[in-house]
């Protein structure tokens, strides 16, 4: 099953094992549940090629505690998007401050409701879902934008080709080696204009890896109407 269609997968981190038992007992009808005891097991998971949809995450722990985590995780662009609900023992106002001023999304105070836990975790996907939706619409705006303008921009220099090919393939009717290269111009151009309609035709935002640059560029066929 692919992430897209899978349940969100939510990361619990916490020392305690009876805190995990209980908190992956609340979420593991609706989410996937996975967990990690410690920082360095959690950053792991978060870097790996299934990053979670959320963090839960508690404070007092060994070696690297809640805070050092989650100032770890909002610190990298390519994890701060990640929604973290600190849920702790810790009820004072400054250790929630501390923890929304880290970037945490939501704090909880334990024990906690299993209620609760459910309609905080709901939000906050529900809210990154809205902004990562809101995101790719931006993405595709831009795209058909920029496909809009190249396809103006190449709509005549192609069509001026297309004409002095099939002008110069009608005076010259020996057959040499010239019509065959006037016939490879031709065609290309015919390739040209074929893939300035895909771009016209782009309703999604899809990308592929591009093997030159280790970058990813966007997959016209996939992202247009005849994809």
């Not at 899978?6 to 996975?34: C, E, F, W």
């Not at 050092?68 to 909002?74: D, F, S, T, W, Y």
């Not at 010239?178 to 771009?199: G, Y």
């Amino acid at each position: 099953m692919s992430r897209e269609t899978s349940a969100p997968r939510i990361l619990i981190v916490d020392d305690v094992p009876a805190n995990i038992k209980v908190l992956g007992g609340t979420l593991k009808a609706d989410y996937d549940v996975i967990f990690a005891t410690n920082g360095e097991d959690a950053l792991a998971i978060v870097y790996s090629n299934q990053p979670p949809d959320l963090i839960l995450l508690d404070i007092m722990m060994p070696d690297m505690d809640g805070y050092e985590l989650c100032e770890m995780v909002k610190g990298d662009p390519r994890t701060r998007d990640i929604p973290i609900i600190f849920i702790s023992a810790k009820d004072a106002e400054h250790d929630e401050t501390k923890g929304l001023s880290l970037g945490a999304a939501d704090y909880i105070v334990k024990p906690f409701s299993p209620a609760i836990v459910k309609a905080r975790v709901e939000t906050q996907l529900e809210r990154r879902k809205a902004e990562q939706d809101r995101i790719q619409k931006e993405k595709l705006e831009a795209v058909i934008e920029i496909a809009g303008a190249v396809c103006h921009e190449l709509n005549q220099p192609m069509q001026a080709l297309t004409t002095y090919a099939e002008l110069l393939l009608t005076e010259n009717q020996d057959g040499d080696s010239r019509n065959r290269a006037l016939e490879k111009i031709r065609d290309q151009v015919f390739r040209m204009r074929d893939i300035t309609r895909k771009l016209n035709s782009i309703t999604r935002y899809e990308t592929m890896d591009y093997v030159f640059e280790g970058k990813k560029i966007i997959d016209i066929d996939r992202a247009s109407h005849s994809g």
